[in-house]
């Protein structure tokens, strides 16, 4: 089993277009480790964790490492910046954070192995969405398991 790992810096997102989401693909399950977030303003914001059945609008993918050189190079799933126009179809995870209005404040969700995956399904992936007034950019790293 390869761990992989990948961040960046999201745009604003919103309650229907999510800030970053890891999307699997139909022949592989992707395994969530650990997804940090942290604020990069002076604005409290409320996140929360979804799931996507749904391709939506994807932003741009990230570059993604794998954490043992011995594994394969090359990740499966795909780590998507902020969704734009077209959200996806999306249902609450029920994990919830609220990043406190500081630069830098900050939440790790950590994982069991099979605690949150995403679906064997093309298009189905876990994501992050505002869940409550204006979303905003947010630093954000994803360790995951294929």
Do not use: H
């Amino acid at each position: 089993m390869s761990i992989y790992g990948a961040g960046f810096l999201t745009t604003a997102g919103s309650t229907t277009l999510p800030v970053a989401a890891l999307v699997g693909s139909a022949s592989v399950r992707c395994r969530i480790l650990e997804i940090g977030v942290f604020n990069t303003t002076s604005t409290a914001v409320a996140l929360k964790l979804c799931r996507l059945t749904t391709a939506g609008t994807p932003g741009t993918a990230a570059t993604i490492d794998k954490l043992d050189p011995a594994d394969p190079a090359a990740a499966v799933g795909a780590l998507r910046n902020t969704y734009s126009s077209t959200a996806p179809t999306t249902s609450d995870a029920g994990y919830r954070a609220v990043l406190g209005a500081a630069v830098g404040s900050g939440f790790v969700w950590t994982f069991d192995d099979y605690q949150i995956c995403t679906l064997v399904a093309a298009n189905a992936g876990v994501g992050i969405l505002v869940e409550n007034g204006t979303g905003q950019a947010i630093q954000t790293y994803w360790k995951w398991k294929e």
